[in-house]
C-alpha cells in the first residue's frame, strides 16, 4: 500500500514538472513569436512602375519590417511619366513649389527606423517624397532612403533631402537595381544595424599589450563580438602571422596594393591575418584595423588575446 502510495506521489511531482515546463517552453515561444512579429522598423516607399516597390517588399522581408505604399491621390499613368515629353512627372521636378498629394495616412508613430524608398526622376527624389516629410513628424526618427534608377545614384537625391529638411536624421542609404541579389539587401540591413560602433580594442601579443584601431566595418564588429579571444597564430613568409577561425566574416574585399606593417586583415572570410612587415600584395582582403608600433613578431608561432577596451 505504502509502496502504491509512493509510486503515485512520484508520478504526480514528475507529470507537474512536465507540464511546468512544457508551459515555459510554450510561453518562451510566444516571446519569440511576439519578438520576431514586433517592428519599430518600416519601410515606406512610393513606386510608380514597380521596380521600388520590389526592393521594398525584399527590405521589408529580410528586415521583418512593415511595409507601407506612399499612394498618390492621383496615380500616375504611362503618359505622365514619359520623360521625353512636356509629361506630368517632368512638370512636377521642374516645380519647386509642386508636393503631389498623398491618397493614404501613413501611421509612422510607431517606427523609430524608417526605410524610405523612391525611384531617381531626373537626378533626385520624387517631389511627392518632399510631400511625406512635410505631412509627418519625423523628427526623431532614422530615416535610411533607398532607391532605384536607370543608371543614376542615390546620392543628389539624399543632399537634397538633408537640404531640405537639415534637422532629420537621413543616412547615406543605397540605390538598388530591379533583380538585386539577397546578398546585397542583407548587408544593407547589416550595415544599418549597427547599433554600437567599437573603433578600437586590445591585442596582446607574447603577453604585450598593443591597441587595434578598427575599420567602420561589418567584419571588424564581428572581431569584438568574438572578443575575449585567444588564438595561438601561425607564423608565415617572414611577414604575417595568421589563424583560420571557426566562424565566417561578412566580407568586403578591396586589393589594397600594398599591407603596411600592423595592418590586421582578414583573408576569404574567416583567416586572421596580422602583419608585422610592409609589403607590395596582389591579394584581396577585408581590412579589419591597424596596430600601431607593432613590432617584428620573429619566426615563431605567437599567442594573440583580443579584449575589449572596456
Ligand atoms: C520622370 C522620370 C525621370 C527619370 N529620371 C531618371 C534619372 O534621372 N536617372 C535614372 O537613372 N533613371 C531615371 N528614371 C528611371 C527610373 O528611376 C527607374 O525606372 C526606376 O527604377 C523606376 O522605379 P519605379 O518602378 O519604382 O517607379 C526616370 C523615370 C521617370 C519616369
Request: with cysteine.
Amino acid at each position: 500500500m505504502k509502496k502504491k502510495l509512493l509510486i503515485i506521489i512520484l508520478l504526480s511531482v514528475t507529470i507537474f514538472i512536465i507540464a511546468g515546463c512544457n508551459n515555459k517552453e510554450t510561453k518562451n515561444n510566444k516571446n519569440r513569436e511576439e519578438n520576431k512579429t514586433k517592428s519599430n522598423t518600416a519601410v515606406i516607399y512610393f513606386s510608380a512602375t514597380g521596380t521600388t516597390k520590389s526592393i521594398a517588399e525584399k527590405i521589408a522581408k529580410e528586415s521583418n519590417s512593415d511595409i507601407i505604399e506612399i499612394i498618390p491621390k492621383e496615380k500616375y499613368t504611362s503618359s505622365d511619366l514619359n520623360y521625353n515629353s512636356d509629361c506630368r512627372a517632368n512638370r512636377e521636378q521642374n516645380d519647386s513649389k509642386s508636393r503631389p498629394e498623398i491618397k493614404n495616412n501613413i501611421n509612422v508613430d510607431k517606427y523609430d527606423t524608417i526605410y524610405l524608398g523612391y525611384p531617381i526622376w531626373w537626378g533626385t527624389n520624387p517631389k511627392i517624397i518632399l510631400t511625406f516629410l512635410d505631412t509627418y513628424d519625423l523628427g526623431s526618427k532614422t530615416i535610411i532612403p533607398f532607391c532605384t534608377s536607370g543608371s543614376s545614384g542615390i546620392e543628389k537625391s539624399v543632399k537634397d533631402l538633408r537640404d531640405y529638411k537639415p534637422d532629420l536624421n537621413i543616412k547615406d542609404g543605397k540605390r538598388f537595381v530591379a533583380n538585386t541579389p539577397n546578398q546585397y539587401i542583407e548587408e544593407f540591413i547589416e550595415e544599418n544595424n549597427i547599433k554600437e560602433v567599437v573603433s578600437s580594442m586590445k591585442v596582446i601579443i607574447n603577453d604585450k599589450e598593443y591597441t587595434l584601431n578598427l575599420e567602420s566595418n561589418l567584419a571588424a564588429q564581428k572581431l569584438v563580438e568574438l572578443a575575449p579571444l585567444e588564438i595561438t597564430m601561425a607564423e608565415l613568409n617572414g611577414n604575417e602571422k595568421y589563424k583560420y577561425l571557426n566562424t565566417a566574416f561578412p566580407v568586403k574585399q578591396t586589393k589594397p596594393g600594398k599591407i603596411e606593417k600592423g595592418d590586421v586583415m582578414l583573408y576569404e572570410n574567416g583567416c586572421i591575418v596580422i602583419f608585422y612587415k610592409s609589403f607590395n600584395t596582389s591579394l584581396s582582403y577585408t581590412k579589419i584595423g591597424h596596430i600601431d608600433d607593432l613590432p617584428d613578431l620573429g619566426d615563431k608561432d605567437v599567442v594573440v588575446k583580443f579584449r575589449r577596451d572596456k
